[in-house]
């Protein structure tokens, strides 16, 4: 039987590594990236002694640099030849106020989150285009369903995730290539670590694993292949509908008020 080939960006790691576990688990054939050489080491290990599938990984690529996802789509193409499966994972955050921040970390976020993730759809579309198949998963956040303060730049980003990926679904949704929008909230992995988010915000938000919030993911894929976002948690889906009927002016300072640094 063919491979099919699924590419995982920041797998190494959280959400990314729970997607490349539950997909070796379901057959498939993995591209597995991130920077950290050593963690994608051992995952691609422990991958291909647990499952019987082929895992290749692609080493310290940084998709903060402008070249990556070029080069990486054309070593995922001399690999795999085609990748059926791009998930767009890798992303962090930073906390505080924004002025306070460094520069250069504002801006590797937003090439990361942002610009990284547009390229690398981009590149890996014309192969499913034609086709007529393949599916693009990004992962947003529930941050990004409104401003947030002290997370103003993050919460940006998956703004853009979450809009590019409802327009990008609505043109290709005839073209028998799927777009999905993962939009997780408060999950435990080294995300907020990494942010400086030193704790939790205020409100009691259920804390998912990143196998929970993968299982979930795909279950919706499989069940509702036509619909785009996919939330998981009943709380962050009713947090998606209530913002979407408050006047953003006031929620914006709600999200300000249980963000506020101490
Ligand atoms: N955890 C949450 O609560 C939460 C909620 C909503 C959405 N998300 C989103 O979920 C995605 C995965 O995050 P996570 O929670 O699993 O956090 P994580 O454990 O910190 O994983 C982030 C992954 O992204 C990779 N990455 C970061 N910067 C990179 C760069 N410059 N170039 C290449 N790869 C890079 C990391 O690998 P290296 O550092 O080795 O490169 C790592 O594999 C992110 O897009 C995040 O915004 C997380």
Known sequence: MEARWALITGANSGIGEAFARALAARGWSLLLTAR???RLADLTRALTQTYPTQVFAYRSADLAD????????????QTAGFVEFLVNN???GSFGPFYELPADREVEMVRVNVEALTELTYRFLPPMLERGR???LLVGSV???QPVPYMTTYAATKTYVERFGLALWYELRRRGVRVYVLAPGYTATRFHERARMSRRPPFRTPVATPESVVAECLRQMERRPDRCLIVPG?????MYRLVRWVPLSLVVRAAGAMYRSR
């Open 36 to 38: 950290d050489e050593g």
């Open 66 to 77: 402008p070249a990556t996802p070029l080069h990486l789509a054309e070593w995922a193409a």
């Open 90 to 92: 890798a992303g962090f």
């Open 134 to 136: 393949g599916t693009v």
């Open 143 to 145: 941050a990004g369903f």
């Open 234 to 238: 009943w709380t962050n889906r009713l």
